[in-house]
């Protein structure tokens, strides 16, 4: 079958010389079809021959632009082609100007901040436009969006001309000109035109006019008779994983392989992920090449993401008066920004960082680094560090309105003082990388043809913008192509698999562009805006793949979550193949690249799950959380506690869960420090409590968040919210009997045998004139006296209190949130704590009938949970996988997914 297209480019190919071209949609099939004619000289036994002539219409294009401006035969040739950052640049300028008279007139408001998406909404506007060759002033709406647009356009063209600018539209209106006028300035008297799909009549127009230049045109379509069929799949994951199985075992039988992802540019992470560990799993080990030969995926990462540039981005993102915790966050961590031997210095102090700051200056952040330096436990050779944030401080508070030539030297100082890239030597990939970077730079500089000057913020933003372009990592040459929908277009393949045609996806949803009147998109069916012309290109397309291999699969998810999906109608015709006929293998892993090398006679199993034993002078830190999570999962417990693994602190936005929580308690401890018992509450007049809470939370708020900045705006809101909460607790405590707060906030220290814990007791109170006690905890979250049942509670703390103090006689979470304001628990007697359960009510296995026996089995249960922390017993065994391990940070240590499934994270 392979033969059969071969022979249809062989008949193209037979009648090429050298005043032929092969025209392609874009240069990854104009590549394809140069190595099929590459091939097909080899296997004529030839020793030397011409390249093919083979180009994309784009390419082509500039090609003959530059032969324009050789030769200076049309005026238009002494202009500047623009570059996408000068274009957007050009339409922000052209929106700032107009939108101030424009929201006068028509009573709207416009923001600063919608300027970025209108600029790149106004471009792809002005493109299709001159695509389908409407001109504006023809077009007529009355729309308010239109209207501006048509301002603003107007605008655009007049600096355009100022400028002495053109636009790639406008650039091949000058070689349609030039070849109307009968000029064949490039020696071509035959154009192929193979693997289009849908042409513009702009690019239609620029064939038509080829014939003028005595150059004729031929399109070509290459088909083969295919057997397709279609594949369902549970979720969008396991239809990767499955065409990636699929793939490989084609691979291995040494066929061409193409996987079609519509989402590739979007999911090029997760895709990637799927096929190195089908492809090459050994490429996952940190000592191995990070690219995988076994396949190549089309789409390319942004070099804006990539580290190294990232890394240069974040540091000229700094500034002197307010950075977040995260942008520092991932400057101490990277190992492109100073030496590499400050990095354990670095990551210590920024764990301590993240405990106090959500943003912080570079003044503080250097002296919070000097004093971090005094600590002799942590300085390692973080000197350099400071003394660059030092040098840093100087130079950006000279600079805040330049021209892009004078950013550029700035931005080379500023690099320089804390040694970007790094002194490490950088490894393929990287070089590849910061090869682009003087590019980026040029690109940068010739703003200044359309900007004279631009502000700091400004000016990062178009460097982000510019370094967004993509990259592609040059690698050999695979028999495995993961291709986007469009780079598929005209390529020919021993087996082909199209993922996601799912109905709702394909055909594409709708998108019409917001700034051309919709009627006349659909009018002259621009792409994205007419419901059958998307049918028909769908359709189109879809035939096309269908006849690109003499096997094709067709696959979709059913569900989307929770979403039912069916297959595309498009496809949904082809016959269903089930996963036995696929060949689709189990999950590769790390144990088939570490044990499957060797010998099973030399391998030695031994499981081990006890550590070393807690030695009588080790001094156990964790408190209550120790038992918490040894009920959890021992490992877990064993792995925090003695040896000390941790993971980052997650950086939030706003106030975290923690903080607010930290808030409660905080403001609580110190009303009832004023209140004292319900006597004193109950007695207390409406206005003066409501005053009372106020100034309590204020006080609160400075004990708990000293160092943290929030602004003014966010402290008012959350102190805003924790009164409502407090006050609908007050109400709650109204309607209890008589009590008394004995203690609050006590810290006490339990014996579990030779486990000190220590902990302390949110509060307990003495329950009317009786001297029994009520244990109760303040919970912020969804609690439930479930978690203190069974053998593995999963919350040890509560039950932990009573047995700790004499005369308990009640235990509650005093549960406040937004949703909850209630207490939850278990009393001795109804009478001693109203709204608890008795003992008797709790229903379950292995249940006490009364208080006494309740009490005796929570302290059973903890003594031994204690014990087996004690004696080192450290098996992975989560208590309820996998909900106990969804958001645990050591599955990577206990490698819990590679004995139970990739079910977790």
Known sequence: MRLTFLNQYQAIFDQTDDRTLILTPNQRLSRFIGTLFDDNQKQRKRSAWHSLP?????????????????????????????????????????????????????????????????????????????????????????????????????????????????????????????????????????????????????????????????????????????????????????????????????????????????????????????????????????????????????????????????????????????????????????????????????????????????????????????????????????????????????????????????????????????????????????????????????????????????????????????????????????????????????????????????????????????????????????????????????????????????????????WDGEQPLNPSLLVSHFAKEEAKELNITSDNDYKRVLFDCRSASTMENFIDTLGSKFSKNEIAQGGTNILKDQAACPFRAFAIYRLGARSNEEITMGMSLRDRGSLIHESLDLLWQDLCSLDRLLAMPENELLELVREKIKIAWRNVMPTLRYGEQLKTIELLRTETMLLKWLAIEKTRESFTVERREKNIIVQLGALSIKMRIDRIDRLGNSEHLAIIDYKTSDSNINSWQGERPDEPQVPLYCIATEHAGAAAFGVINAKTVEYVGIAEQRDLFSGLKEVNEIKGDNQPDNWPQLITQWRDTLNRLASEFIHGEARVDPKKFPATCQYCELKSLCRIHTTNGDTVG
């Open 54 to 558: 083979c180009n994309s219409l784009y390419v082509w294009a500039q090609e003959l632009w530059c032969l324009i401006q050789i030769r200076a035969a049309h005026k238009a040739a002494a202009k500047t082609l623009l570059s996408p950052a000068q274009e957007h640049l050009l339409w922000r300028r052209c929106i700032a100007a107009n939108a101030a008279e424009f929201e006068e007139k028509n009573g709207v408001e416009l923001f600063e901040h919608t300027f970025e998406s209108y600029a790149e909404s106004m471009a792809e506007a002005w493109h299709l436009l001159q695509q389908w060759q409407l001109p504006l002033q023809e077009i007529s709406d009355a729309s308010v969006e239109f209207e501006f647009f048509k301002r603003c356009a107007e605008s655009y063209q007049n600096k355009l001309d100022y400028h002495h600018f053109i636009d790639r539209e406008q650039q091949l209106e000058t070689i349609i000109e030039l070849f109307r006028q009968g000029q064949n300035f490039v020696g071509t008297e035959k154009v192929f035109c193979l693997g289009f799909d849908t042409l513009s009549p702009l690019n239609l127009c620029f064939l038509d006019s080829l014939a003028a230049a005595n150059i004729s045109v031929e399109h070509f379509n290459i088909t083969v008779q295919a057997d397709c069929s279609n594949r369902a799949f549970n979720s969008k994951k396991a239809e990767i994983e499955g065409a990636a199985q699929w793939a490989h075992e084609q691979a291995k039988k040494n066929k061409k392989i193409a996987v079609v992802i519509p989402s590739l540019s979007r999911d090029r992470g997760l895709v990637e992920k799927i096929f190195k560990r089908e492809f090459e799993p050994q490429s996952l080990l940190p000592s191995s090449p990070r690219q995988a030969t076994g396949f190549n995926v089309s789409a390319a990462e942004m070099l804006s993401d990539t580290p190294v540039i990232r890394a240069a981005i974040d540091l000229l993102n700094l500034n002197c008066e307010r950075n977040p915790i995260d942008l520092i966050g991932r400057i101490l961590q990277s190992v492109f920004i100073g030496e590499a031997g400050e990095l354990p210095a670095r990551m210590a102090f920024l764990s301590e960082l993240k405990t106090r700051y959500k943003s912080i200056s570079l003044i503080q952040l250097r002296s919070e680094l000097a004093s971090f330096n005094e600590n002799l436990k942590y300085k390692v050779n973080a000197e350099k560090f400071y003394q660059a944030l030092y040098e840093w401080m100087q130079v950006r508070n000279k600079s805040q309105f330049l021209s892009p030539q004078d950013w550029l030297k700035q931005y080379k100082i500023l690099l320089s003082i804390f040694a970007w890239p790094g002194v490490r030597e950088a490894d393929t990939i990287e070089y590849q990388q910061l090869q682009m970077w003087p590019d980026i730079l040029v690109e940068f500089s010739q703003l200044q043809k359309t900007q004279n000057k631009l502000q700091v913020d400004e000016a990062l933003k178009y460097l982000r913008k510019i370094s967004g372009k993509p990259f592609q990592v040059q690698t050999m040459s695979s028999p495995v192509q993961v291709l986007g929908l469009l780079e598929a277009a005209g390529m020919h393949f021993d087996a082909l698999w199209v993922a996601q045609m799912q109905d709702g996806s394909w055909p594409e949803p709708l998108a019409p562009n917001p700034f051309i009147p919709v009627h006349i998109q659909r009018e002259h069916e621009m792409p994205r805006a007419c419901v059958a012309h998307e049918l028909d290109y769908a359709r189109e397309v879809t035939q096309r793949l269908s006849r690109s291999a003499a096997k094709v699969i067709f696959s979709y998810a059913k």
